[in-house]
């Protein structure tokens, strides 16, 4: 504790109750870059339970709850000190000793940070609060670090389906928003529904390459059992063997693709996926800090008198506003990414159309072979069998990745539009 940090006991008898606040309402905070709080709003102070006195100039950190593991600090810490705009469900603790749950949106701003949270609502939170307790049970004993923790609630994340933080807190965000939407009788705007519509299609494209990918490596052993056909075929062989030569070039070929497609965090599809998420996180926080500008606003004029003189509300309205448009640009920077990259994403999905249509050459080359061979051209129509069922597949899966990206390129036209 600093020297401002006052000093309480918690309630016991209200340890283990939950502090209530309304699902439209928006909890906020600004620190300087130590983390100390510099300023917030009414509903912040009521929730947390402390006089204003109590909190301005305080440590952010007079409210952090035992439960919360230490990795998600960690992590948070990390991620804004490197100037990254970050969304985490947190559990906080009030002065009483009552607990709530928030998903915080911690951003930097000038000369420190600033959190807009809203009360979590949707089943991911539930999720969510499983990963947490994994994580404080790994902590448990003292043996790992707040950092190797960190790196473990990453893992645990990924392992949940999520590329990375950057997908997960996108995803937590416009979770959390359309639930509380929902709830509360409001209509998400077009720009709103449009990130949705493509995050749902990149999810999508997701599924449809990996089961692609998987039909793919279902045909790597084709060019073998080619070759072991035309050494038992011994002169009638050639022609096959011949065939297994350009069809184990065609493979490279398209392992090659696949490399550069879909393989690693460098890959055409996380370029696009990673713009996309960005984008979203942006776009919904801008529509939070919208929302809490309008707080703001109505605090002012229904009730000014509901902040002391160390609070200038008006103030903490221009600071918002400024980081909004700030999240604007950004976002419509991320718009302009996606355009880019669906663009390469749709030359790449050609490059892997030429690419099947080569693999119908040979299968037709298969046929033909296997009708002049008779008989002994039997082992042939499994392999013609098994061509058959897999380009078929991938075709289907190029369509749809065809369909998807349409539908991420017709989006980032609109939202580019209305923005």
């Known amino acids: 504790m600093t020297e401002h940090t006052p000093r309480f006991e918690a309630d016991s008898a209200h340890a283990s109750s939950e502090a209530q606040f309304h699902l439209s309402e928006l909890l906020y905070s600004r620190t300087d870059d130590r983390g100390v709080i510099k300023t917030g709003n009414t509903m912040f102070q009521r929730v947390a339970g402390f006089e204003w006195e109590d909190l301005i100039g305080a440590p952010h950190k007079i409210i952090r709850h035992p439960d919360m593991p230490k990795a998600v600090f960690q992590l948070l810490w990390d991620r804004i000190k490197a100037g990254k705009p970050t969304g985490a469900y947190v559990k906080n603790r009030c002065k009483s000793g009552r607990y709530y749950w928030v998903l915080a949106l911690v951003s930097p701003a000038e000369g420190g940070f600033i959190s807009t949270r809203l009360k979590p609502s949707s089943p991911l939170f539930e999720s969510v609060r499983d990963i947490y307790q994994a994580a404080l049970a790994r902590e448990a004993g003292g043996a790992l670090s707040p950092a190797d923790s960190a790196e473990a609630l990453l893992a645990d994340i990924r392992s949940a389906g999520y590329a990375n933080y950057e997908t997960f807190q996108s995803h937590a965000l416009a979770t959390e928003f359309e639930a509380r939407a929902r709830q509360l009788g409001r209509a998400l705007d077009p720009f709103q529904k449009r990130f949705l519509d493509m995050a749902k299609a990149i999810a999508q494209v997701q599924v449809e390459t990996s089961e692609m990918t998987e039909a793919f490596k279902a045909i790597r052993t084709v060019p073998m059992n080619m070759r072991i056909i035309a050494s038992r075929l011994e002169n009638a062989g050639g022609p096959i063997s011949a065939i297994s030569v350009n069809y184990s070039q065609m493979l490279e070929e398209m392992s090659t693709w696949v ?3 879909v393989d690693g965090e ?3 599809f996380a370029r696009i996926r990673d713009a996309i998420f960005t984008g979203q996180f942006l776009g919904f926080a801008s529509a939070i800090e919208e929302e809490m500008i309008e707080v703001f606003g109505n605090e002012i004029r229904n009730v000014p008198d509901s902040y002391p003189p160390t609070v200038a509300a008006a103030r903490e309205v221009e600071e918002v506003e400024a980081h ?6 950004q976002t419509a920077a991320s718009l302009t990414a996606v355009e880019a990259e669906a663009k390469r994403f749709a030359r790449s999905v050609l490059d892997m159309k030429r690419y099947v249509t080569g693999l119908s050459s040979t299968r037709m ?5 296997s009708a002049a061979l008779s008989e002994s051209g039997t082992a042939l129509v ?6 058959d069922a897999c380009q078929n597949e991938i075709e289907q899966r190029l369509a749809r990745v065809v369909e998807l990206n349409s539908v991420i390129q017709g989006n980032t036209s609109m939202l580019r539009s209305l923005h």
């Open 259 to 261: 490399k550069t497609f």
């Open 382 to 387: 499994g392999i013609v069998e098994q061509l």
């Open 324 to 329: 909004r448009r700030q999240f604007m640009d």
């Open 365 to 369: 080359m298969c046929k033909i072979e």
């Open 266 to 268: 460098a890959c055409v």
